[in-house]
């Protein structure tokens, strides 16, 4: 009998391949995520730091040029932290785009798994039995043989 050959083993193959590519992908735009989520946090730290000099020199005396280019970094600051969250959010969503791909794609693969699984048990189960009809032949020659044939009454 012939060696199991699943029929749709390059779709399986290209839905594998899909799948590796997904998962690198993903991978990528965690790692992108987690790089801009870091920014965003030494921005915020930057901000507070900027915060906590202003209450560092609340009741000083302190010349009010000092105080104005305090305030105007500390607008700025929050631009800043304001137009990171934004990338931090695209970024998440960009993320969650391909999470999203990847569990399609697993699915997809899954599935094929799954049918060439029962394909091969098919094969093995058609296997077996063609095995079992070879052997069963082969019982009864031999029988037949031990026996020295049928006997035939000639009358």
């Known amino acids: 009998m012939n060696t199991f050959k699943f029929r749709l083993q390059t779709p399986y193959n290209v839905a594998s391949w899909r799948e590796k590519l997904a ?7 965690q790692n992108a995520y987690d790089q801009e989520e870091q920014t965003l946090n030494d921005k915020l730290t930057g901000m507070k730091h900027l915060i906590d000099q202003e209450r560092g020199l609340q009741g000083k ?19 800043e932290v304001r137009l990171q969250r934004e990338v931090v959010d695209q970024a998440l969503s960009r993320l969650e785009e391909s999470r999203q ?35 069963d032949e082969v019982a009864v020659t031999s029988f037949w043989r031990n026996q020295g044939g049928p006997k035939h009454k000639d009358n």
């Open 23 to 29: 998962k690198q992908e993903v991978k990528e735009r």
């Open 61 to 79: 005396n302190v010349p009010v040029k000092s105080m104005i280019m305090l305030k105007e970094l500390q607008g700025m600051s929050q631009a």
């Open 101 to 135: 791909e990847l569990t399609e794609v697993a699915r997809e693969k899954k599935s094929m798994e799954k049918l060439k699984e029962r394909r091969y048990q098919t094969f093995l189960n058609e296997y077996r039995w063609q095995e079992q009809i070879s052997l």
